[in-house]
């Protein structure tokens, strides 16, 4: 269905890319053999409700402990939303962004 008006810039509550309403966080392709070696990555993009990009949105890697999920680094989006956290550790992960008092949290992976 096409868009027959622009949506206005309104502040809208973040959804990170995975969060139903994108695509998940991408992994980095890893060579099976160097897997030991190279560090847990996830990339993604965090929008808003009307798929716009959200720029300066705080988006925090959280690496699961058991059944809690524990803060491992954090980032900012670029100006077109887009965001890339690395993690020494492998296992398995999630991805909270917030901003202006709003969050939202993407899929949970394994890497």
């Known amino acids: ?16 890319a995975g969060a139903a309403m ?6 980095a392709p890893r060579p099976q053999q160097l897997a030991a070696k ?4 996830a ?3 965090v929008g808003d409700v009307y798929g716009h990009p959200v720029m300066g949105a705080t988006v925090v ?11 491992l680094t954090t ?5 077109l ?3 890339s956290l690395r993690a020494k550790a492998r296992g398995v992960f999630r991805v909270v ?3 202006a008092g709003s969050s939202a949290t993407g899929k949970t992976f394994r890497q």
């Open 22 to 27: 994108a695509e998940a966080p991408e992994l």
């Open 61 to 71: 890697l959280q690496h699961k402990s058991g059944r809690a999920f524990r803060k």
């Open 97 to 99: 962004a917030s901003l």
């Open 38 to 41: 190279v560090p847990a990555a």
């Open 1 to 16: 269905m096409p868009r027959a008006l622009a949506q206005p810039a309104i502040p809208q509550r973040p959804a990170v």
């Open 75 to 79: 980032g900012r989006t670029d100006a």
């Open 81 to 83: 939303g887009r965001f």
């Open 43 to 45: 990339r993604g993009k």
